[in-house]
């Protein structure tokens, strides 16, 4: 590669890195409040979820997962400062392996394979937020129920719940517990919170609310049921794990065998890569191995994870 090439390959990523950071900086100062001052709060009429309407393209159903991946896995992060964030680190980490091999297909795997490495962080990230919440979900309606039986409205106690409960549930709770001093309605509280954090526990949560407000009924003896379920069904994740921890360790060291040795031939021994990649049959071979392997990922996770 000329000198000219890197230096304006170089000069991309620094106003693209720039521009990130920029945007990230002032996002966090903008949700902080420490130099911009935050919005007031305004009343709005919250469209149905039937009426925001589903996307179509894949590009549209991309944007849909990725927004969905940021608000799921905690990070303050202003949507357009992540994708460039993730358009930066994967062109870096092409342009450095272009720089040290000065060849186009593995700078190009190596930009994609830095795509995927940050976009698996982040469902990792999201995983363990989702189960941090499903875990602190029957302590706090346990608390709830409490709050009901001493007296308190729902609303109340909900609010209260926000200042006591540990993160990240009490954010929500406190989301909850905003938007209903604001003035609106309990159902579509509800829905929104299930809409914010997609889990399955809290969805059934939300409907025992909303069919409470609407019906009526004790609504303290079925969040103490709940609870004790939702104890329950933990429980039993955490002994299914445990039985099947020998079962997904050497599904994950299986699973790394084969693309670490192609890794290797491929960046240290290309000569043999060369001569498989260039027959037909080589290429077929390697078309067969990629579609098994991930045949065979698919098939061991869907035999270990839980059956809820």
């Not at 900086?25 to 469209?47: C, E, M, N, S």
């Not at 890569?273 to 037909?280: C, K, R, V």
């Amino acid at each position: 590669m000329s000198p000219i090439a890197i230096a304006i390959l170089v000069f991309v990523a620094i106003v693209f890195a720039v521009t990130a950071i920029a945007m990230g900086v002032r996002d966090w100062h903008t949700r902080g409040g420490k130099a911009v001052p935050a919005p007031r709060a305004q009343l709005r009429r919250i469209p149905p979820p039937s009426a925001v309407g589903r996307p179509t393209t894949p590009i549209g159903f991309f944007d849909r997962w990725f927004l969905g991946l940021l608000q799921d896995s905690g990070l303050r992060w202003n949507p357009m400062a992540a994708a460039l964030f993730l358009v930066v680190w994967s062109a870096l980490c092409g342009v450095a392996l272009w720089v040290w091999d000065e060849r186009l297909l593995p700078a190009t795997a190596a930009a994609m394979a830095g795509a995927l490495v940050l976009l698996a962080y982040l469902m990792v990230r999201r995983a363990r937020r989702l189960l941090q919440l499903q875990e602190q979900l029957p302590g706090a309606l346990e608390a709830l129920a409490r709050s009901m039986h001493a007296g308190r409205t729902l609303d109340a106690a909900i609010a209260l719940l926000g200042d006591h409960t540990r993160e990240p549930l009490a954010k929500e709770f406190r989301w909850c517990g905003k938007q209903l001093q604001m003035g609106l309605a309990l159902p579509v509280v509800m829905q929104r919170l299930f809409e914010r954090v997609r889990l399955y526990d809290l969805r059934i949560f939300a409907t025992t609310l909303i069919v409470h407000r609407q019906a009526g009924g004790n609504v303290v003896i079925v969040l103490e049921r709940l609870a004790r379920v939702i104890r329950d069904r933990l429980n039993y994740r955490r002994q299914l794990r445990a039985t099947t921890a020998a079962g997904r360790m050497s599904a994950g060291l299986v699973a790394m065998v084969a693309p670490g040795v192609f890794l290797y031939f491929f960046f240290f021994r290309p000569e043999y890569m060369a001569t498989m990649l260039q027959a037909p049959f080589g290429r077929s071979m390697l078309a067969a191995a990629v579609v098994l392997e991930v045949v065979g990922l698919v098939w061991t996770y869907r035999l270990l994870r839980p059956a809820y």
